[in-house]
């Protein structure tokens, strides 16, 4: 088991940036795939951005491409997730999620561990 634990969100201006970390704990961490998905209200569940086990394959959505970063940092289970040049349409629910393949996240096929979310708010 994986557990994963959010952190970093909040109310922020259009413009503005937010870094969010997620801290995993449980079986080892550097061995999964992880990454952000995001639900707004009354919208559909969407990936944002995932990250391989090793760091070194990235993926992002288009919408967040270029005003987003995927990082990890192995040595303390710990994924961040750079948001800038934030506008009100990103606001939604950050979930911080695992799995062994990458693809899953990607595909919003189903990963295996999931955060339990953090809030986050674009004010126009």
């Known amino acids: 088991q994986v557990q994963l634990v959010e952190s970093g969100g909040g109310l922020v201006q259009a413009g503005g940036s937010l870094r969010l970390s997620c801290a995993a704990s449980?079986?080892?961490?550097?061995?999964?795939?992880m990454g952000w998905l995001r639900q707004a209200p009354g919208k559909e569940r969407e990936f944002v951005a995932a990250?391989?086990?090793?760091?070194?394959?990235?993926y992002y959505a288009d919408s967040v491409k270029g005003r987003f970063t995927i990082a990890r940092d192995n040595a303390k289970d710990t994924m961040y997730l750079q948001m800038d040049s934030l506008k009100p349409e990103d606001t939604a629910v950050y979930y911080c999620?695992?799995?062994?393949?990458?693809?899953?996240?990607?595909?919003?096929?189903?990963?295996?561990?999931w955060g339990q979310g953090t809030q986050v708010t674009v004010a126009s």
């Open positions: 990250i391989g086990w090793s760091g070194s394959t990235t």
């Open positions: 999620v695992g799995d062994g393949r990458v693809l899953t996240i990607v595909t919003l096929g189903g990963p295996e561990y």
């Open positions: 449980g079986r080892s961490f550097s061995t999964y795939a």
